[in-house]
């Protein structure tokens, strides 16, 4: 795709304004707030992260195939719960984790099957399940409560020889997209995304990219239920009712574009590392109350339009020569 | 200028850590001194009832002493539970002597509260409960709404009729608690039918629109119970069966209050009670808490009920001014919106408020804090204010009704 | 069943682009069949309650449906061009806000009330469209953003609820009758007319149609392609304060967050109705049928009595549902 990228350019993964802005952010969190950078402001920052970094993960899979995915948020509902009631019994820790990341890739392959093979559209097929998803949790667990392993509260907000585990998850995730859209798939991916009529036309198999990225994307979602189970040590079965906004808003903040085919997993990490920045940052220059969701909505829109310039100037840029 | 003072704020918190982790610690630590850092941590916003709680809660902070001795700060965290505990993380960095939570979730928040607690900091909630043993709830969830306003319903009902069942949010302690208190009341009269019942989300819009849809289905219906949402489920019944109204249970809009004692619409079968948890919760909270670090009340226990307010028809009373004062209640229809909540004042507890404190947020003017009687210490439910807890044997009945017997 | 089967195959026929004299009727039969499930919803239910069907709960039914059904108006538009509108809830609370604030209690202040709130919305509406149509901003984000701002401004301005009651006049609209049917059911009709008549039967309309379809050749043959998505937006916000304001009349009183459950069901009730979410297909009445699907499904629901789980279950599964029977056609093409 892109040819020999400058350094910079490379760094937030095509989304080098996010990377500057989050760079910016950071710099103003930690110069009114001392204690950011101490290892556990660092250590809180990541965990406060991660959840939404899985979830964006699983998000831009989908999105670069040009589709949408609602259902996100109710896979972390349906997870949640399952942690809160499964974990201290029969099925353990590990058990746990595998019957969790079934579910995602169950719901994954419902909502691949409707829309990669049957051709239905994501937004509202992923709306419907969204809904189901809410319901099943519902049902699973009425009221808040149930309880998490102690094991897996500990194995996932603890730290691995000084490092956080969250920290290590985010570059497992960085590596493993590096990884995966080298594949043949991931070419595909890209390529559906930009234009599903030529890939056809061009013989790739596009029902199957798409599914393979609902699958992955079901699965991510699972593993953010797990890991916000631990965060929270308990389940509630609406508490990931307002997630689903900050997922696509990481997603376009990080300079993925919602229509396909642009941006990846490495910028949507960036556009989590903003928001999640954000909270911290608008709380330690002292903005307050109301303003803060002016300031959120502010910096949003200010995010993904420095993004936009970065590919019209690269654009500019290509032309002129020419 | 300001982070030295944060950087002092956090020595102070570390070497209060220090000290707590020595020694047991007390439920509640006094450590009188004349500055305090006070959060309001708000969570869901853009309702009356979070708005006056809020503003109560701010108008208090801003009246005299309190005025001088608090930095207060609000901060909203929204509906995601993420955000409250990063907020939280924050409220403790910047070394916060006191916070007030509008908690997202019971369980979600005990482990950033325990940190907070940790560094000696107060933390208080008001109406939602958190089930982590350091912090103290004030709520009125443990004071038997459910049960009480069910069995009201049923002894004007004479234990017959069909019922309407306006539960609050799906998924949440405070409509599981209700729900199976008013439930298990209802069941015990089997000429009690409940006919439909629906999630109203404690909203009025919402509420209504549904009553409208079951009593076209239902026609006949007789009763309406509900936790919030009372006056549209009112409004729904005047408009689509205007000649015969029914009997309710409720919140405390200022429309619904008026509604219930008003001699025209009693004639027409309109029998109601007031009562729900009130945003002056909130400033209950606010006054207990700021007592509690300023050493002059110590308290024993985790848990604090907040009286559940109880206005049957004959208790309402008009208010001439814009505050309660001996003992009104309630204000006339052009003082104040249908949906005003009287709740969000206490003439009691929180004489200092008056209408333009809880609507605006500014203290009243020339008033000044009044120290708050003793506190009621709640009872335990598991799961909503504590976790190894037994709750009392009959925390499904009420305690402020008497029941009738079953007719046959 | 014959005819489904013959439009298919004329369907295929007709590849991507479809024959020019029958961009109508393709369209249209999502919303036929919407209606007939509708019809058969509420038909079962007659089974099961026999005071259901009555005349008065169809008017419930229609009553509670009139925000969904203006709201969805103006997402459909949006989604037509396709983008997609996300401030709608917010842009409802805000214009039952403004009405509630400024007419507080009495009719004397609605002549300037009723501007000030539509003129508002549709400002929201266009700040939207400015930002999506000039600085190309992606409309989810765009919204999504708009919405949380206003929201903040408005929690700043109000702290979130109406202190005063809306006008009486309002009030008096939404529980009033003429000639024995409801008023708003009037105005459910007068607006569903004039919606089909502006989406599908002026030019502007079509101008859309051909946007959303191909947004480059749209610009190639020269149409105002800024213009119109602004338009459109501004329009979009323009419905939502509608809704918002009738939503404020008919609860008497106003707060900033009662649109925020209505969001999701606008963009369900224009998919349902057959639209395409990628934009340049679907027709008002497909939205209409959608909208007054969803509420009475609702209601449905309502009348069951079940846990708010099997609520949510039932209702997503449905909306799935409903899909797979609409497109069955075009799951002929793979």
Redesign the interface.
């Known amino acids: 795709m892109a040819k020999a990228s400058p350094w910079y350019r490379r760094l937030g993964g095509g989304a080098t304004p996010a990377m500057l802005l989050l760079i910016l952010m950071l710099g103003i969190y930690a ?6 950078l101490t290892s556990f ?1 660092i250590s ?1 920052l990541l965990n ?1 992260a991660i ?2 970094a899985l979830a964006a993960t699983g998000l831009t899979i989908v999105v670069l195939t040009g589709e ?1 995915d609602l259902s996100g948020a109710g896979v972390v509902a349906i997870c949640n719960v399952m942690a809160a009631t499964l974990s201290m019994g029969a099925p353990g820790s590990m058990g746990t984790l595998g019957l969790v990341l079934l579910v995602g890739l169950l719901v994954g392959a419902i909502n691949a099957y ?1 829309i990669a ?9 992923t ?20 309880e998490v392993a102690e094991a897996i509260i500990s194995g996932v907000t603890g730290d691995l020889f000084g490092i956080p585990i969250a920290g290590i998850m985010f570059v497992a995730l960085a590596l493993a997209w590096t990884f995966l859209k080298n594949t043949r798939w991931g070419i595909a991916v890209y390529a559906v995304g930009a234009d599903p009529v030529a890939s056809r036309l061009s013989g790739l198999n596009v ?1 199957t990219t798409k599914f393979i990225a609902f699958v992955l994307a079901g699965l991510c979602y699972g593993a953010a239920g797990f890991v ?1 189970s631990a ?9 990931s ?3 689903l ?2 997922m ?2 990481a997603v ?2 990080g300079g993925t ?3 396909g085919g642009r941006g990846g997993v490495r910028g949507s990490l960036v556009g989590v590392g903003i928001l ?1 920045v954000m ?2 940052m608008l ?2 220059i ?1 903005v ?11 910096i ?2 200010a995010a ?2 420095f993004g ?1 310039l970065s590919p019209l100037v690269a654009r500019i840029a290509r032309r002129r020569p020419a | 200028m300001e982070s030295k003072r944060i950087s002092r704020g956090i020595a102070k918190a570390a070497a209060a850590a220090l000290v707590s982790s020595m020694c047991v610690v007390p439920l509640s630590q006094a450590k009188a001194k004349d500055h305090y850092k006070v959060f309001l941590n708000m969570s869901y916003s853009g309702n009356s009832w979070q708005a006056a709680a809020a503003n109560g809660i701010k108008a208090l902070a801003a009246t005299p002493p309190y005025d001088k001795m608090i930095e207060f700060k609000t901060v909203i965290s929204g509906t995601d539970v993420q955000r409250q505990i990063s907020d939280l993380q924050s409220m403790i960095a910047a070394g916060a002597d006191a916070i007030l939570i509008m908690p997202l979730s019971p369980t979600a928040l005990n482990r950033v509260v325990k940190q907070a607690c940790d560094k000696g900091i107060a933390v208080f909630t008001y109406d939602a409960t958190v089930t982590q043993p350091c912090a103290h709830n004030v709520s009125s969830i443990t004071a038997r709404y459910g049960a009480n306003t069910a069995q009201w319903m049923v002894n004007q009902m004479g234990g017959k009729g069909e019922v309407v069942f306006n539960h609050g949010v799906a998924g949440t302690t405070v409509t599981k608690t209700y729900d199976e208190q008013a439930y298990g009341v209802f069941k015990k009269y089997p000429g009690i039918k409940i006919v439909g019942d629906f999630y109203g989300n404690w909203n009025d819009a919402t509420s209504q629109e549904e009553v409208a849809k079951i009593l076209a289905a239902h026609p006949n219906i007789d009763g309406i119970w509900s936790v919030d949402g009372s006056y549209g489920s009112l409004q729904a019944v005047i408009n689509g069966r205007p000649a015969r109204l029914v009997t309710m249970a409720g919140q405390s809009n200022n429309g619904y209050r008026l509604a219930i004692a008003d001699p025209a619409m009693q004639a027409k079968g309109l029998k109601g009670v007031s009562s729900s948890s009130g945003p002056s919760v909130g400033g209950y909270a606010f006054k207990l808490m700021m007592e509690v670090v300023t050493g002059k009340k110590k308290l024993e226990q985790q848990n604090v009920e907040f009286p559940l307010p109880w206005v049957e028809p004959k208790d309402v009373k008009v208010c001439p001014g814009d505050a309660f004062v001996d003992g009104c209640n309630t204000f006339p229809a052009d003082k104040v919106s249908a949906l005003f909540l009287d709740t969000s004042l206490d003439g009691k507890l929180l004489p200092e408020l008056s209408i333009d404190a809880v609507q605006t947020g500014n203290p009243k003017a020339g008033a000044k804090m009044e120290e708050l009687p003793p506190v009621k210490y709640a009872d335990t439910l598991p799961g909503v204010n504590c976790t190894d807890c037994t709750p009392p044997a009959d925390w499904l009945e009420p305690n402020l009704v008497k029941p009738i017997p079953v007719p046959n | 069943m014959q005819n489904k089967q013959t439009a298919a195959i004329g369907e295929t026929a007709g590849h991507e682009k479809p024959v020019r004299r029958q961009w109508l009727r393709p369209d249209a039969r999502p919303a036929a069949l919407v209606l007939l499930a509708t019809v058969a919803l509420i038909v079962s239910m007659k089974l099961v309650n026999s005071d259901f069907g009555s005349l008065n709960q169809l008017t419930a039914i229609l009553i509670t449906s009139i925000f969904l059904v203006v709201a969805s108006f103006g997402q459909g538009l949006v989604i037509l061009t396709g983008g997609i509108d996300l401030s709608i809830g917010v842009v409802m609370g805000i214009g039952g806000m403004i009405i509630a604030g400024m007419t507080r209690g009495s009719d004397d202040m609605l002549v300037y009330a009723l501007p000030t709130a539509l003129v508002c919305c549709a400002g929201i509406g266009v700040i939207n469209g400015t930002g999506v149509a000039v600085a190309k901003l992606p409309p989810f984000i765009m919204t999504l953003s708009s919405g949380t701002t206003f929201f903040g401004i408005g929690l700043a301005l109000t702290a979130g609820s109406s202190q005063q009651p809306v006008a009486p006049a309002l009030q008096k609209f939404m529980s009033g009758s003429w000639l024995g049917l409801p008023l708003p059911v009037w105005f459910l009709i007068v607006f569903a007319v004039l919606a089909t008549l502006v989406q599908n039967g002026t030019a502007g309309g079509r101008k859309l149609y051909a946007m959303g379809s191909s947004p480059g050749a749209a610009r190639v043959l020269g149409l105002p392609t800024t213009m119109l998505t602004i338009a459109v937006y501004g329009a979009s916000g323009l419905c939502a304060g509608i809704a918002g304001i009738l939503l404020a009349g008919y609860s008497s009183s106003a707060t900033l967050d009662m649109g925020n459950a209505l969001l999701m069901p606008t963009i369900a009730a224009v998919v349902i109705g057959g639209a395409r979410v990628t934009g340049g297909a679907g027709i008002y009445l497909g939205t209409l049928a959608g909208a007054l699907f969803l509420s009475t499904l609702s209601t449905v629901i309502t009348i069951l009595s079940l846990s708010q789980g099997l609520r949510s279950i039932i209702q997503g599964g449905i909306i799935i549902g409903a899909l797979l029977l609409q497109s069955s056609r075009s799951a002929q093409r793979h």
């Open positions: 110069v009114y707030e001392p204690s950011a402001g809180n406060n959840v939404l949408f409707l093979i049957l051709g239905l559209q994501s937004l509202a097929v709306i419907g399940s969204l809904i189901v998803c809410q319901g099943i949790a519902l049902v699973l667990l009425p009221a808040p409560g149930g029902p916000y965060e929270i040590g308990s389940g509630d079965p609406r508490i009712d307002s997630f906004l900050y696509f808003a376009a903040i574009s919602l229509m999640t909270q911290k709380f330690a002292g307050a109350e109301f303003y803060t969701n002016i300031f959120n909505g502010l949003m829109i993904i339009f936009q």
